[in-house]
């Protein structure tokens, strides 16, 4: 079979999505639970000055409605939409998958989601290349409310090279500038594929929360 990628058109062997937009795709959605929940700050536009108040009604509408537009059903029915469409097209016969929570955290169940069936999707997935053009743009529209974040040390977890024959694992923190790649400072383990941050998430000792 020969594919392309649903972003770039680059030429594929199998997949539908090639390696740098799987992991593109693959940040996107586990920055965007937080962008969204950042979002709910900027509903209230910027507070005006005290000689605005008793003032006749104005034009403009006290809450920004990109915001809310977003907030309401923009961003939770567009992940959530996409994970019932991938369920279905991977597994026919299940149900579509309850519905729990608030907004956010139906965000977050949506997006872990994804990126958990990322594989898949960019392997088996015709409209893949749908999916991570439809959340790159929802991440610009975010972007926009709500500002370019300065850059700063994203904590990824600890590492999980075995760094010797009886099973010692390495377990450094691990941490990098957005964008850059995921290498321990400690070993030297380098984690580039979309595989290897797969296996490091999933190798996590189990956080606390
Ligand atoms: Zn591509
Ligand atoms: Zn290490």
């Not at 594919?3 to 680059?10: D, F, N, R, S, V």
């Not at 975010?142 to 600890?158: K, Y």
């Amino acid at each position: 079979m020969n594919a392309t990628c649903g972003l770039c058109g680059e030429q594929l062997e199998h997949d539908y999505l090639c390696h740098r937009h799987a992991l593109a795709l693959a940040g996107r959605l586990e920055r965007l639970p937080a962008l969204f929940a950042e979002l709910a700050e900027h509903l209230m536009p910027r507070r005006t000055g005290l000689s605005q108040i008793g003032g006749p009604p104005g034009p403009r509408s006290p809450v920004n409605e990109d915001v809310i537009d977003l907030r309401q059903d923009g961003v939770v029915l567009v992940v959530e939409s996409w994970r019932a469409d991938v369920q279905r097209v991977r597994w026919p016969r299940h149900s579509p998958p309850p519905i729990e929570g608030d907004m956010d955290q139906r965000v977050m169940t949506a997006c872990r989601w994804l990126a958990m069936e990322l594989e898949w999707i960019a392997a088996h997935y015709p409209a893949a290349g749908d999916l991570a053009r439809e959340v790159r743009e929802m991440e610009g529209g975010m972007l926009a409310i709500v500002g370019d974040p300065p850059p700063r040390l994203q904590r990824i977890g600890t590492c999980v090279a075995v760094t010797d024959d009886v099973g010692t694992v390495c377990g450094a923190v691990l941490s990098r500038m957005p964008g850059d790649p995921v290498r321990c400072r400690s070993c030297g383990t380098e984690y580039r594929t979309a595989q290897d941050l797969l296996l490091l998430r999933h190798y996590q000792p189990r956080e606390s929360a």
